[in-house]
């Protein structure tokens, strides 16, 4: 009579002459989710606050301030009715200080629409620009934190410099180096936080990040508001230092991603790391790396990885154009 082997010790016996995945091994040492994963999902996910803020910043400082007529009877002025380029300068004002605005500050109520628009569309150049060039940075030789700390520091510092513009031609080419910096700070954030957890939290770790986008696009109102009639270069000054102090948080706090040192041979730092943030009930664990099995996939990317991806693909080339066109 044959003895018969539990269904239980067979799967657990393959389980160990099976190679693991790279994810499941990482998941294995630092467990699914634990305090200090959620330290630096959210550590990482604030820098999608100070990106909402650079987005949308120019809503405030760009805008055109309203104006009232200074000399009263007169039937011509109307702020209303009246175009304030037709009108004599004398016979109106602003209504809040001329430095609340570039519009204001640099005499552009009667420029073209290109020259008023122009701070706008550098910002979103740049954010063009920096999408192409820096897109493969954090997969080739950067990696993520890197990346995430370069391009917030980018963003931050142009931000603080953009105070110092004295015309609208220097004013948008600090926005395009803003727009630049700022092109992969959402796609780095996302990829590091959820890197840092296992598979089952990744959606929930990932929603982190547009919930701080959505605080950054909320907190702007309530800085103007709380700056009316001060210069536009304290909007720019509010919203640079705290983000040059939190790229020191992440220069200091914010680990690497174990994934990404792993596929990059630098197991040792994936172990330290994994180490670093293991939850306490499986710090204890062996780490045994030898028995890793490492994805096929494709790293052997450059700068200009994506523009021969769409070249080949020559249906993404379509579908972009007929974008482009509506």
């Not at 040492?29 to 650079?54: E, M, P, R, T």
Request: aromatic share 14%.
């Amino acid at each position: 009579m044959s003895v018969s082997t539990p269904i239980l010790s067979e799967s657990k016996t393959a389980e160990l002459k099976c190679p693991l995945s790279l994810d499941d091994t990482i998941e294995r040492y630092i467990g699914a989710f634990s305090w200090n994963q959620l330290l630096q999902a959210v550590l990482v996910s604030v820098a999608w606050l100070f990106d909402a803020q650079q987005s949308f910043i120019s809503v405030f400082t760009d805008a055109e301030p309203t104006w009232h007529c200074t000399q009263l009877g007169d039937e011509f002025c109307n702020p209303i009715l009246s175009n304030v380029c037709q009108l004599p300068r004398n016979s109106w004002s602003w209504d809040f200080p001329v430095n609340t605005s570039i519009i204001s500050e640099w005499g552009l109520e009667c420029a073209s629409l290109f020259l008023k628009g122009l701070p706008a569309s550098s910002f979103f150049m740049g954010c063009l620009a920096g999408g192409f060039i820096l897109s493969t940075l954090a997969d080739s030789f950067l990696g993520r934190k890197n990346m995430l700390f370069f391009s917030c520091l980018m963003m931050s510092v142009s931000c603080l410099l953009t105070m110092l513009s004295t015309n609208v031609w220097i004013y948008s080419i600090l926005r395009f180096v803003n727009g630049f910096g700022r092109a992969t700070i959402g796609t780095c954030a996302i990829v590091l936080s959820t890197e840092l957890v296992g598979k089952k939290w990744r959606g929930q770790v990932g929603a982190l990040g547009f919930f701080c986008f959505t605080l950054g696009f909320l907190s702007l109102p309530a800085i103007a508001y709380i700056n009316r009639g001060s210069s536009w270069r304290t909007l720019y000054l509010w919203t640079s230092l705290p983000a040059l102090v939190y790229c020191i948080l992440v220069h200091f706090f914010v680990h690497e991603s174990p994934r990404w040192l792993f596929l990059q041979g630098r197991t040792e730092e994936a172990a330290s790391i994994i180490r670093s943030i293991a939850s306490p009930n499986l710090s204890c664990l062996s780490m045994n790396l030898s028995n890793v099995f490492f994805e096929q996939e494709a790293w052997n990317v450059d700068l200009y990885s994506v523009i021969k991806i769409l070249w080949k693909k020559r249906w993404a080339l379509r579908r972009l154009s007929a974008i482009m066109e509506n």
